[in-house]
């Protein structure tokens, strides 16, 4: 029962996190009233279960070592529900960032596997693997297409009309922004998504909380370092130059990433 509630809580604020960045993609208002509606039944069900613990432990029963992620989510909750309230809905974006960081400290309190299954021949590290590159391969196509944005208006504020980006991208520049935001947020997502299979593998696979090697922590900052990104577009509204500087940069940040930090082997 108690594994049921804790994976159900965990699915609410992972489908929470989906819902929040299909908002943040296609601004839909919808998506932000149905992400906060998982974000509120992932709340309820991270109460039932401590209810549940403390009444059968007779004592509160989340303070073990093992469960004090599970409860850190719980406050992290609480810490946005009152965020919420006392903003309205200015900080409910936020979500996106809130959801998934619940479903990394949700993933620590999961269970083991006891079977004999090779540690890199599961669903979730090739999940990692996969997503990972797709991640990768956005931010690849975000920072291309800022910088060909910048070095176009740059030509365009210089009047060098014969140039060949101002011939062939001076009629694009809205375009070549909005593919910039799109991919920029299919890289968040999809980092995040990586993310959440390494904190799901690390937990059940390899019995760790969170792997404290170098590749993942520089892996954690790009994901906060996109999020960031994302809510100077969509918060402060952020266009142009400024916001494709900020991705040209997150570009460079994820090839040293990507060529020069590597995982140790496990």
């Given at each position: 029962?108690?594994?049921?509630?804790?994976?159900?809580?965990?699915?609410?604020?992972?489908?929470?996190?989906?819902?929040?960045?299909?908002?943040?993609?296609?601004?839909?208002?919808?998506?932000?009233?149905?992400?906060?509606?998982?974000?509120?039944?992932?709340?309820?069900?991270?109460?039932?279960?401590?209810?549940?613990?403390?009444?059968?432990?007779?004592?509160?029963?989340?303070?073990?070592?093992?469960?004090?992620?599970?409860?850190?989510?719980?406050?992290?909750?609480?810490?946005f529900?009152?965020?919420?309230?006392?903003?309205?809905?200015?900080?409910?974006?936020?979500?996106?960032?809130?959801?998934?960081?619940?479903?990394?400290?949700?993933?620590?309190?999961?269970?083991?596997?006891?079977?004999?299954?090779?540690?890199?021949?599961?669903?979730?590290?090739?999940?990692?693997?996969?997503?990972?590159?797709?991640?990768?391969?956005?931010?690849?196509?975000?920072?291309?297409?800022?910088?060909?944005?910048?070095?176009?208006?740059?030509?365009?504020?210089?009047?060098k009309?014969?140039?060949?980006l101002?011939?062939?991208?001076?009629?694009?520049?809205?375009l070549?922004?909005?593919?910039?935001?799109?991919?920029?947020?299919?890289?968040?997502?999809?980092?995040?998504?990586?993310?959440?299979?390494?904190?799901?593998w690390?937990?059940?696979?390899?019995?760790?909380?969170?792997?404290?090697?170098?590749?993942?922590?520089?892996?954690?900052?790009?994901?906060i370092?996109?999020?960031?990104?994302?809510?100077?577009?969509?918060?402060?509204?952020?266009?142009?130059?400024?916001?494709?500087?900020?991705?040209?940069?997150?570009?460079?940040?994820a090839?040293?990433?990507?060529w020069?930090?590597?995982?140790?082997?496990?």
């Amino acid at each position: 029962m108690l594994k049921i509630i804790l994976v159900a809580s965990l699915m609410s604020y992972f489908l929470s996190s989906l819902v929040f960045w299909m908002y943040i993609f296609t601004k839909k208002k919808i998506g932000e009233k149905v992400g906060f509606s998982f974000f509120g039944i992932g709340f309820l069900l991270q109460l039932t279960y401590i209810g549940i613990r403390d009444i059968q432990e007779r004592s509160f029963a989340v303070a073990t070592e093992k469960e004090l992620p599970f409860f850190l989510a719980f406050l992290l909750a609480v810490v946005f529900y009152g965020l919420s309230l006392k903003y309205k809905k200015q900080l409910r974006d936020f979500g996106s960032i809130f959801a998934p960081i619940n479903v990394f400290l949700i993933a620590m309190t999961l269970p083991n596997v006891t079977s004999d299954q090779q540690v890199h021949q599961n669903f979730w590290f090739y999940a990692h693997v996969i997503l990972s590159m797709m991640a990768y391969a956005f931010i690849i196509a975000a920072a291309v297409v800022a910088l060909v944005y910048i070095l176009t208006e740059r030509d365009l504020k210089r009047k060098k009309l014969d140039s060949f980006l101002v011939s062939k991208f001076s009629s694009s520049l809205v375009l070549l922004q909005d593919i910039e935001y799109k991919s920029t947020v299919l890289a968040f997502i999809t980092l995040s998504l990586a993310l959440i299979a390494s904190s799901v593998w690390s937990s059940v696979y390899l019995g760790k909380h969170w792997i404290w090697d170098l590749k993942q922590v520089a892996l954690s900052f790009l994901w906060i370092y996109y999020g960031f990104i994302i809510h100077v577009m969509v918060i402060k509204h952020e266009k142009g130059k400024k916001a494709s500087y900020l991705t040209v940069v997150g570009g460079f940040f994820a090839f040293i990433v990507y060529w020069f930090i590597k995982h140790p082997m496990y």
